[in-house]
């Protein structure tokens, strides 16, 4: 069965460092997702991708936060300074039309 | 402000017995309601997508009904087995797109043997 791909399933980084984290979206999908889960919280949605472009963001996506798909497989969150505050899994979705499929998440551990 | 309230938030129960989770939300416009089970550390997988002319919907041992009136929804899951220690999570949708999901807080089920 097709899923939702995701790399690193852990990392850990220093403060002020930048993080790329990785995901390889369903084959035949057209929409992308990037989502975070602090610790103990819920859910919370950061951007969504269609047609190479942002098509929405959150509060949260601040300048920090960027993405891109870079060749046309490969679907990539990059936070360029990270911070304490920035710890939490992440989790990357994708759907055709419908149903979203989650990918297994990459936690971000930030010392 | 839109948001999701489940309940309760934390449940234990023998293997085999039944058991009932709450979902209350306030999302309005309301296009879909989607339970989604997480088991510690990994990704949502989804159980059931209602939409808020459907009243109950079915996925094996899970069924969840919808009150589209009242704003509430339930998940039942029947026999219980022990890999169904999970967090379940209720998403009300404002539209089919994913950047308009708004998730519950989760209940936190453990069935022990």
Not at chain 1, 80 to 106: N, P
Not at chain 2, 29 to 45: A, C, E, I, M
Request: proline fraction near 4%.
């Amino acid at each position: 069965e097709p899923e939702v791909t995701q790399t690193p399933s852990h990392q850990v980084t220093q403060m002020g460092q930048e993080v790329i984290l990785r995901c390889v979206p369903i084959s035949n999908h057209l929409y992308f997702y990037w989502y975070r889960q602090i610790l103990g919280q819920k859910v919370e949605f950061l951007v969504s991708f269609y047609n190479n472009e942002i098509s929405e963001k959150s509060e949260i996506f601040d300048d920090q936060f960027s993405v891109e798909r870079p060749d046309g497989s490969n679907f990539t969150l990059k936070i360029r300074s990270t911070k304490l505050e920035d710890s939490a899994m992440y989790f990357c979705a994708s759907r055709f039309y419908g149903e979203l499929f989650f990918g297994e998440g990459s936690r971000l551990t930030v010392l | 402000k839109n948001q999701v309230e489940q309940s309760p938030q934390s449940l234990i129960i023998l293997e085999g017995k039944n058991c009932t989770l709450q979902c209350n939300y306030t999302v309005s416009p309301f296009s879909n309601l989607r339970w989604y089970k997480q088991d510690t550390g990994r990704g949502p997988v989804s159980l059931t997508i209602m939409t808020f002319s459907e009243n109950t919907k079915s996925n094996g041992r899970y069924t969840a009904t919808l009150d589209a009136d009242t704003k509430q929804s339930s998940l039942h899951i029947t026999a219980s087995q022990l890999s169904d220690s999970a967090s379940y999570i209720c998403v009300v949708s404002l539209n089919n797109a994913g950047n308009m999901l708004t998730f519950g807080g989760g209940t936190r089920l453990m069935v022990k043997p």
